[in-house]
């Protein structure tokens, strides 16, 4: 798949850490890795879902970034939500161009990284703490591919980007 660009509005630690980490170095007392990794939220540019909204976007990261930072990023998977009893959809992804995150491919392998469900609930939770959430289901990197080409076409449409024939 494709990469997209997410635009980064939070940054926040996750338990998201591979299964193995003896190799990996704990400098410093801020080190995402202390934790798991940092996981950045924001939207995917060039995008507009259903709503006309920016399409939503969460980022696994090396080390957290500060708002309003564009990220490379390979779009891995997409989380079916609720919100406060509002269906929604964000596309799941990893920084680009790290071979930290090579081997996460799909939502399954980013399993192995201690991640489920219920840990992305809980890291929704700290973007949107007055919220509930609720994840519905996870579809794997075809679902993701297909989110990515419909919310670029909305844009497209939205802005006269594009030229229906």
């Known amino acids: 798949m494709d ?3 997410v635009t980064v509005e939070a940054t926040s630690g996750s338990l998201f850490a591979p299964e193995d980490q003896s190799d990996s ?12 990794c940092a996981v950045g939220e924001g939207y ?8 006309g909204d920016p399409a939503d976007a969460l980022v696994l990261l090396d080390e957290p970034a500060l708002p309003g930072r564009a990220i490379l990023a390979r779009p891995i998977a997409l989380a079916h ?5 509002t269906a929604s959809e964000t596309l799941i992804c990893v920084a680009a161009g790290q071979p ?10 980013l399993e192995s990284w201690h991640a489920s469900e219920t840990t992305l609930a809980d890291v929704l939770q700290r973007f ?9 289901g996870i579809d794997g990197p075809m679902a993701a591919e ?3 080409r419909t919310t670029r076409h909305n844009f497209e449409l ?8």
């Open 25 to 36: 170095p704990r400098t410093s007392a801020y080190s995402p890795l202390l934790s798991g």
């Open 100 to 109: 930290k995150f090579d081997e996460i491919t799909d939502f399954s392998t």
């Open 128 to 136: 949107g703490p007055s919220h509930n959430w609720q994840v519905r």
């Open 3 to 5: 990469t997209v660009t």
């Open 146 to 148: 297909e989110f990515v």
């Open 81 to 85: 939500l609720t919100v406060d009893g």
């Open 44 to 51: 995917v540019d060039d995008s507009l879902d259903e709503n």
């Open 158 to 165: 939205m802005t006269g980007g594009f030229m229906d024939t």
